[in-house]
């Protein structure tokens, strides 16, 4: 009666879509420059306060008529409405074909009239520079710059790129480039500016698909070997009551009786301090490689998961029984077998800094989304990132026929039928797009079509270059193409063939070329073609299988029917796949048997297309809850991550850090005094030459403290003042030594490099600790909160030790003397002058021409066991002259 929540969102935005129209005469009058004093225009009025709203019919019909003229492109009313919703944050889903590319420009460059930057996120790195370099000649026509991002980029330009008004970058590059930049130590070398607004294209594939596995920057860390050796020695003393094991879940854990023993040992060997338990949170590592190395002895059997050769360890595959050479085990377990076998043990990589997508992309201060298909998933938008959903209406009525599955009993006679119904259609001269779930099933189906000498094309995940090309063509009168579920993102199929690809290439052979021109005669070469594909039924989507999520399947289905064009899709399945195995063949396979069912026959009927979806529906609330649970987890840890990187830009942007110093080396101060002298202690109960001890190491002070102590009257406060007092004297000398601008510099590289090292520990901790956490569900324990509480500790124990050793570093940097800086300078000279000789000596050798000796007694050339047996650098026994190596030896 009033119509969806959805009609309602575009029935708003169409007043503003009319204003746009309105304006639309005026913008055609005004000349190139014109276009450009407008953006000038727009600059400033945002800067005297007028907000990007009041600001937008006048964006959205510049940047039109900039588009226009650049690109012979004038934007449908479609089209402007999916900016305005891209510019209110939401996901503006829209079917193939109207356009999601030229959309972006839209909000783009309103939001880019900030001048705090843009970021336009594509899937792969082929889309970034064909974005960039196509819409930049837009951004461009208005007076925007454009920028692209790619791996492997010179430093100068990657720094230029983010400067740009609107940067193109892949979801990998710019989560990477945070992290990189979060461990840089001068802000100059900074590459990203703040996160102001991301528009993410195919949305659905980077913030739920990619969104299960973090971006991770790692790099080798310290050798542990002794640890490892230590704790397998261990393992064998277990006897069978000290754990349990569970061959199913290929699990293995320690009992009760085993925990006490280990405790016992684990303190006896000196690999737990004295006083620590092993539920303590300090004790999270040690856990963590005494469980590695239970499952290295218990769960992996020699030359049935993995050999031994040329002393080292090798996987096994479980399924082709290959060795997997070059793979190894994460998280200490491959350390943990090579102990247990005796081989050298390889250092495991150590995570230097980690992000998930979900928690980069929650960065930007406004996130918007564009893809053909989100309104499945618009739960997970709203609860994770606060998107909205939009389903934008299409420029023109689908045409598209979609047919009720197909269901066969065998995969066999499934693939009989797909090959049956794919020569049908080219016959016809229809195009098609085969779907399949697989690479290998992929390959599967061209046999099949190279038997029935069918000619056709395989896209694949390889290169995403050859990937364009051939979805461009899978238009083309009588196409075969067969594609995995990757495939084809980004470019549009279009029937007889893609124009704009064709227009593009047109325009960088002859950049003088009018737009208008080239396409006119380019639309004129292919309106034949394309009427012959229209008469033939248009693009045919045929899937092989259904995905486990319905969002895949109409992304497939969305291939065909763009723009009013006919179409048709149709899905083949059979009891054998995977989904249909899963979701009750068995019930299935006794109702098709009962009808009696032929072999070659399908069953059609729309309650089968129910059925499945629902099965569909369950499997994406399963995924959901992962990915869910999977980011409570990786929020603890964000928190954290704000904190500190937030901390060292704090530090990179300060000229002077010496109060910060000040208050963590008071800080310290403070806990050494509370931990010796305790609150309302009898002085007879301190610890005075403990407190001594340690004050010479934290803060390399040898002070009086035990007459301090001594004095009548003094107490804890009195102590810690005079350590303050005597600690701050010694600091300011050492600055007046060093000079001013020395010492800032020394504190902030000490400060820096502490932080970096202590939070990677941090990192490989909590890592330890989420993954032994979850056996606190067995004592009733909710693993998330445990883990909450646990984690908070370890990072309060984390800033603690922060303070510590950056005092203490602090106090053992000291100049360099006179006498020692002499001594410095003598031993470079003896450095260089050696160098100097024995580039004399190389060259008088080269100089002299070998003087040839005489043979060895019965040197036969031609039988080397007359040679005798010379060393590689001796001379040669045939009396040349010269080494061994670079002669006879040499054959």
Known sequence: MFGTANDRKVKAARPLVEKINALEPEFQAMSDQALKDKTAELIARHEQGETLDALLP?????????????????????????????????????????????????????NALTKKGVHIVTVNDYLVKRDADWMGKVFGALGMTTGAVYPQQPQDEKKAAYACDITYATNNELGFDYLRDNMKSELKDMFQRKHHY?????????????????????GPSQDKSDLYIAIDKLIPELSDEMYSKDEKSRQVTFTDEGNEYLEQQLHARELLPEGQSLYDPESTTVIHHVNQALRAHKMFQRDKDYIVRDNQVVLIDEFTGRMMAGRRLSEGLHQAIEAKEGVQIQPENVTLAQVTFQNYFRLYDKLAGMTGTAATEADEFKEIYALGVVEVPTN???????EDDAVYRTAQEKYAAIVETIKESHEKGQPILVGTTSIEKSELLSQLLQKAKLPHNVLNARHHEQEAQIVADAGKLGAITIATNMAGRGTDIKLGGNVELKVIEALDADPEAHPDEVRARIEAEHADEEAKVKEAGGLFVLATERHESRRIDNQLRGRSGRQGDPGRSSFFLSLEDDLMRIFGSDRLDKVLSGLGMKEGEAIIHPWVNKSLERAQAKVE??????????????????EQRKLVFKQRME????????????????????????LHIPERAYADQWNIEGLKADVAEKLGLDLPVDQWAAEEGVDDEE?????????????????????????????????LQTIDQKWREHLLTMEHLRS????????????????????????EGMLDSLREDVTATLSRVRPMTEEEQRQQFA??????AAQQEALKEAEATQADPVQPGAAIEGFDESDPETWGNPGRNESCPCGSGKKFKHCHGAV
């Open 827 to 832: 031993l470079f000279q003896q450095q260089l």
């Open 396 to 402: 023109r009525p689908i045409a598209r026929k979609d």
């Open 198 to 218: 991301a528009i993410v294209d195919e949305v659905d594939s980077i913030l739920i698909d990619e969104a299960r596995t973090p971006l991770i920057i790692s």
């Open 651 to 674: 530090i990179m942007e300060a000229q002077d850090l010496s109060e910060m110093v000040s208050e963590m080396r008071h800080d310290v101060v403070d806990d050494l005094v509370g």
């Open 719 to 751: 102590i810690a003042e005079r350590l303050e007092k005597a600690s701050d004297e010694a600091m300011a000398q050492k600055a007046a030594a060093f000079g001013p601008e020395n010492m800032r510099s020394i504190e902030k590289q000490i400060l």
């Open 58 to 110: 006048e964006a959205f019909a510049n940047c039109r008529e900039g588009a226009r003229r650049a690109l012979g492109l004038r934007a449908f009313d479609t089209q402007l409405l999916g900016g305005i919703f891209l510019h209110q944050g939401n996901i503006a889903e829209m079917k193939t074909g109207e356009g999601k590319t030229l959309v972006a420009t839209f909000p783009a460059y309103l």
């Open 772 to 795: 032994v956490v979850g056996f606190r569900g067995y004592a009733q324990r909710d693993p998330l909160n445990e883990y909450k509480k646990e984690a908070f500790q370890l990072f």
């Open 621 to 638: 609330g399963r995924n959901f809850d992962m990915r869910k649970n999977v980011l409570k987890f990786d929020d603890v840890l964000n």
